[in-house]
């Protein structure tokens, strides 16, 4: 079972506001992730991390950031929200040791942003 | 650089009849393959995976794939399916092309009827 949890699960904000979601994991995992997924399913990846202090963009441009001071820790922030960033954000983790080893998801927060 | 297209993104299907969800992948290399599946609301779930030996691989609940290296394909079948598969269907490739990042395809909404 998987031990990855994001918070909020639904985030309804308004226009021009800094939102952070939260990403963790337990399971000591280096590797994580962000993908953007489309109101039409498409996943696409934004950011990604390596381990600590570690962080890369993803295929998709995004203007979101993120940080990884802690192994467990993985947050996302949008420093001004607007209405395109409506949609929904997964998190992911995988153990880099393995380079065969799926990636194991938190259940997504879904922003709006009005 | 590796990609993974999904040609159907919709299939009907009525319960307990067979289901194929086709996904072809483009790379030069070995790589490894997976499909996800993911209920609404709710983040990716890992169905089954290729990784080498045995070309036919098998989930917990009655999913196979077979990994066809000719035709660069991991297409997803089922002989019987339940209403309660009724979700959305990622296939995603992983290699050295995509430094062992997931990719994805669009997904496959199945969507089986009474």
């Known amino acids: 079972e998987a031990d990855i949890y994001q918070t909020p699960r639904y985030l309804v904000i308004g226009t021009g506001k800094k939102i952070t979601l939260e990403c963790s994991q337990t399971?000591?995992?280096?590797?994580m992730y962000w993908y953007q997924q489309d109101p039409g399913m498409e996943l696409h990846l934004i950011h990604y991390?390596?381990?600590?202090?570690?962080?890369e963009k993803g295929d998709l441009s995004s203007e979101s950031t993120v940080s990884r001071i802690r192994t467990e820790h993985f947050p996302l922030t949008l420093e001004s929200a607007r209405p395109s960033h409506t949609s929904q954000y997964l998190c992911a983790s995988s153990d880099p040791r393995r380079v065969n080893t799926e990636a194991f998801f938190g259940q997504g927060t879904r922003l709006t942003v009005v | 650089a590796q990609s993974v297209t999904q040609l159907d993104s919709q299939v009907p299907v009525f319960e307990e009849a067979p289901v194929e969800l086709r996904c072809n992948y483009s790379?030069?290399?070995?790589?490894?393959l997976f499909w996800y599946v993911q209920y609404p609301n709710q983040g990716l779930q890992l169905l089954l995976k290729?990784?080498?030996?045995?070309?036919l691989v098998e989930s917990i609940n009655g999913f196979e794939a077979e990994f066809n290296k000719s035709q660069t394909s991991f297409h997803l079948r089922k002989p019987s399916v339940h209403i309660s598969d009724t979700a959305e269907y990622f296939c995603?490739?992983?290699?050295?092309?995509?430094?062992?990042?997931?990719?994805f395809g669009s997904g496959t909404r199945l969507l089986v009827r009474p």
């Open positions: 995603a490739v992983s290699g050295v092309d995509s430094s062992y990042k997931l990719i």
């Open positions: 790379s030069s290399v070995s790589v490894y």
């Open positions: 399971m000591g995992h280096d590797k």
């Open positions: 991390s390596y381990g600590v202090n570690s962080t």
């Open positions: 290729y990784l080498s030996g045995s070309t």
